[in-house]
């Protein structure tokens, strides 16, 4: 089992950067494969992007390709989410995401998931 925890959400302007951090508990964090979703008001939770266990494969939304970029430490038990070029439509609640099979991009298919962290963009 993994516990996670995001960080890093924030209120920034159109154009802006932010980082986003998620924090796994555990000794076998290297075993997850990660996954970065949102959730706007009034919408359904939504893929961003994805990662497998040791960073070599990537996945994003076509809504944020070329924008956002996923990594991951193992050593720090750390998956993170650079974005850039932020727009008002990028504004939701991020979470972050674990499971042991598959670089899954739906969200039914993720078994952990931690508390979210909101992102505001303002144009």
């Known amino acids: 089992q993994v516990q996670l925890v995001e960080s890093g959400g924030g209120l920034v302007q159109a154009g802006d950067s932010l980082r986003l951090s998620c924090a796994a508990s555990?000794?076998?964090?290297?075993?997850?494969?990660m996954g970065w979703f949102r959730q706007a008001p009034g919408k359904e939770r939504e893929f961003v992007a994805a990662?497998?266990?040791?960073?070599?494969?990537?996945k994003y939304a076509d809504s944020v390709k070329g924008r956002f970029t996923i990594s991951r430490d193992n050593a720090k038990n750390t998956v993170y989410l650079q974005m850039n070029s932020l727009k008002p439509e990028d504004t939701a609640v991020y979470y972050c995401?674990?499971?042991?099979?598959?670089?899954?991009?739906?969200?039914?298919?993720?078994?952990?998931w931690g508390q979210g962290t909101q992102v505001t963009v303002s144009s």
């Open positions: 995401a674990a499971d042991r099979t598959y670089i899954w991009t739906q969200p039914t298919q993720y078994h952990y």
């Open positions: 555990g000794r076998t964090f290297s075993s997850y494969y």
């Open positions: 990662i497998n266990t040791n960073g070599g494969t990537t």
